[in-house]
Nanobody
Framework: QVQLVESGGGSVQAGGSLRLSCAAS????????????MGWFRQAPGKEREGVAT???????NYADAVKGRFTASQDNAKNTLYLQMNSLKPEDTAMYYC?????????????????????WGKGTQVTVSS
């Protein structure tokens, strides 16, 4: 189990910036050899949840095309916190943003942007971008 709590959402005008944070508790599976994928997802009303950005334990990131060059995912392992810096925001970025995680063993090149791969979720934080 892991607990995820998002913060930092809000309302901003187009072109503005926000930084989301996700505070994560430690995994309680009792194994020290596992690695984690952490991700940011978003869901707008009437739309499917979509992957925005992911980051592996070793810092490798993966971004959706819609946010490349504007959003940056990072993590502070000492604080067990995941961040999403969002710049040049657009009205179409308006959505509920969720933090998610899954545990894995073995080797992967990058973390998936598919929401079905993640089994731990926060409750979300709302981002609203006005034109």
């Amino acid at each position: 189990q892991v607990q995820l709590v998002e913060s930092g959402g809000g309302s901003v005008q187009a072109g503005g910036s926000l930084r989301l944070s996700c505070a994560a508790s430690a995994f309680t599976d009792g194994r020290s050899d596992g690695r984690s994928c952490m991700g940011w997802f978003r869901q707008a009303p009437g739309k499917e949840r979509e992957g925005v950005a992911t980051i592996k334990s070793d810092g490798i990131t993966n971004y959706a095309d819609a946010v490349k060059g504007r959003f940056t995912a990072s993590q502070d392992n000492a604080k067990n916190t995941l961040y999403l810096q969002m710049n040049s925001l657009k009205p179409e970025d308006t959505a509920m943003y969720y933090c998610a995680a899954f545990r894995y063993w073995g080797t992967i090149s990058s973390c998936s942007l598919r929401f079905g791969a993640y089994n731990y979720w926060g409750k979300g934080t709302q981002v609203t971008v006005s034109s």
